[in-house]
């Protein structure tokens, strides 16, 4: 076999396990929208699904809010991603090195702990937020529910994964171009307006085409926050007519999720027409560090937009979640560990505790191992297949939460040989992967854009074929942004539930989806304490990853250290000979006839 087959070989396996895994799933909801029988029973075409779909005046409230809802979210988010990046990497700021530890957190957490937490905060009278407000004497009747509940929640969590989308295109921009506004006599808003947003066109896009999907779609805010006061959305709708409907009316179902399919597809093809062929190259040959600005008097003010946000994504949610844990019924002030202790008797718990755990420590190491392998294969690829690697990296944000978990609905139980896997944990496990892609997906990319090309061609240069040079090289430069990337993809899977809804039985329901049964039963405080013990084992994991992977790194270097000097590794470090660096003296003595020239004592070897 030639090597040219070989690898063309290679590439049809990949693209065939692309299209199982993301393109099949939306086939097979277009499929279902046309059937007259449920998934995996004999029916007849039909364009029943569609009529009963559309026909409905409701349908189109429900559009009209989600479009709302998108649109209100993607512009928020966005600009409040802008902010904090700008305030980041451009400011100084004395709370500045907090930022991006703080969003890290907001965005491993589930949004379903948003949606509950917020919930609760919101009560009237009993939340915590209304009971501050009654202490110094103000009305305590707030409520976050309804739509503009949903879009302010809804803000505070999709800002966070804008702000890791901006953070590398504005530590990378040549702050030269901002410091020419300032001697043209541009202000420093102005700077931010006309010079440094504008450059950042592509990843600013990028977040609104990101913010605005995920505000079409997502289920567990509008249903959690939104559905008590009478605000729904399209994915409340679909969640209705797969889950609460007797019988399910699939097929109407699947004809709405064919409207977040088309937007996707059109939201990605526009982002390709308006930006492909313009250039915004922040990153010159001359290398040049971005310099923070002093803001004089303005300073105090990031600082206050700092703490803000830090209380209202993070610092009031977790008291009013440990708040509620702790209470035998909610708003009840008298605090006692029973609802802890009825978790652990409860046989359901640890179960879903452990599904919870395989889930995601499993899926989000194959969600970065399906990304990487994509982006290497279309970095060397044609425009073509890079485009079409692009968009099935894209493609599950069309069918994320609800519509993905529908679309493999469809696709186990209509394809014979998948249909022995329905209710088991594989495809839960296959589902949570597949909505883990894109976010697994930015990180590599943005990791793999940091690795110039020329260092794939040394390694070829020497010897090393195709995988060697991969895995030498590229992998082990990266290493540690996959390990972030499948930190923040098992975190995220964590605390998945639209996806799980639809897919897991009983005895493999994993943590989010009991929360939710526990909330929709009135057990709002158990369900608090759940969320807290699953909050508590994501982040013991990610200290014990934040601890050892620095030591690992350290021993690794220090075993490479005392390796070359040929001594033990808790040998101490031998000392430096006293003199000139023999190579460096033989290159002076000729140049100077062995006087030396300049102290060597400021040099490094």
């Not at 097929?251 to 308006?274: D, E, T, Y």
């Not at 294969?377 to 994320?400: C, D, I, K, N, Y």
Request: contains cysteine; hydrophobic residues 55%.
């Amino acid at each position: 076999m030639t090597a040219e087959l070989y690898g063309r070989l290679k590439l049809a396996c990949l693209l065939g396990v692309i299209g199982l895994l993301y393109v099949l799933p939306i086939v097979m909801t277009a499929y279902g929208a046309f059937r007259t029988a449920p998934p995996g029973l004999p029916g007849a075409f039909s364009v029943k699904g569609l009529t009963d779909a559309y026909s409905d005046p409701r349908t189109y409230r429900l559009l009209a809010n989600s479009l709302w809802l998108a649109v209100s979210a993607g512009i928020t988010s966005t600009a409040l991603a802008v902010a904090l990046a700008w305030i980041s990497t451009r400011t100084r700021a004395v709370l500045r090195p907090v930022v991006t530890p703080l969003v890290a957190v907001v965005l491993a957490t589930p949004p379903l702990f948003f949606a509950l937490s917020w919930s609760l905060l919101g009560t009237p009278r009993y939340g915590l937020l209304n009971s501050l407000l009654h202490t110094v004497g103000l009305p305590d009747e707030f409520s976050v529910g309804g739509r503009w509940g949903v879009w302010f929640v809804l803000s505070l969590k999709l800002c966070s994964l804008g702000y890791f989308i901006l953070l590398g295109p504005f530590l990378a921009m040549d702050h030269r171009l901002e410091e020419a506004s300032a001697i043209t006599g541009g202000g420093r808003l102005r700077t931010l307006a006309n010079v440094t947003v504008p450059v950042m066109a592509p990843a600013v896009l990028g977040v609104f085409i990101i913010g605005f999907v995920i505000g079409l779609i997502v289920l567990d805010i509008p249903l959690i926050i939104g559905r008590p006061s009478g605000f729904r959305v399209f994915a409340t709708q679909i969640f209705d007519f797969a889950n609460n409907d007797i019988p399910p009316n699939y097929a109407a179902a699947s004809a709405l999720a064919l409207v977040f399919i088309a937007a996707v597809g059109a939201l990605v093809a526009l982002k390709w027409r308006l930006l492909d062929r313009r250039q915004f190259t922040t990153v010159a040959g001359k290398g040049a560090r971005p310099q923070p600005m002093d803001l004089g008097r303005w300073t105090w003010l990031c600082n206050a937009f700092i703490v803000g946000y830090a209380l209202l994504a993070f610092v009031l949610p977790v008291l009013q979640i440990v708040v509620g844990s702790l209470q035998p019924v909610f708003g009840v002030n008298r605090f006692s560990t029973d609802n802890y202790r009825e978790l652990l008797a409860d046989p359901q718990v640890l179960p879903a505790l452990a599904n919870t755990a395989r889930y995601a420590l499993i899926g989000g190491a194959l969600a970065v191992a399906i990304t990487l392998t994509a982006s290497m294969v279309g970095r060397h690829g044609s425009t073509r297949l890079r485009r079409v690697l692009e968009l099935s990296t894209w493609l599950p944000w069309a069918v994320q939460g609800i519509v993905l978990s529908l679309a493999l609905v469809w696709t186990f139980l209509s394809v014979p040989f998948l249909h022995p896997l329905f209710g088991s944990s594989f495809i839960v496990l296959l589902g949570v992967v597949v909505a883990a892609t894109p976010v697994a997906g930015r990180a590599v990319d943005a990791a793999l854009a940091q690795v110039g090309g020329e260092l794939e061609e040394a390694g070829r240069v020497c010897g090393a074929g195709p995988l060697r040079t991969t895995a030498g090289i590229v992998v082990r430069l990266i290493l540690p942004s996959c390990v972030a990337a499948w930190l923040i993809s098992a975190i995220q899977i964590a605390g998945n539930f639209e996806v799980p809804v639809l897919l897991s039985q009983p005895g493999n329901q994993p943590v989010a989806v009991l929360v939710y049964h526990l909330n929709a039963q009135g057990e709002v405080t158990r369900a608090a304490a759940l969320f807290c013990v699953m909050l508590g084992a994501v982040v013991l994991t990610a200290t014990v990853v934040a601890l050892v992977w620095p030591a690992r790194a350290a021993v690794r270097l220090a075993r490479a250290r005392r390796t070359a000097g040929g001594l033990p590794l808790w040998a101490p470090p031998p000392a430096r000979p006293a003199g000139p660096h023999p190579t460096r003296r033989n290159a002076l003595t000729e140049e100077t006839g062995g006087v030396q020239s300049w102290p060597l004592s400021a040099s490094k070897d």
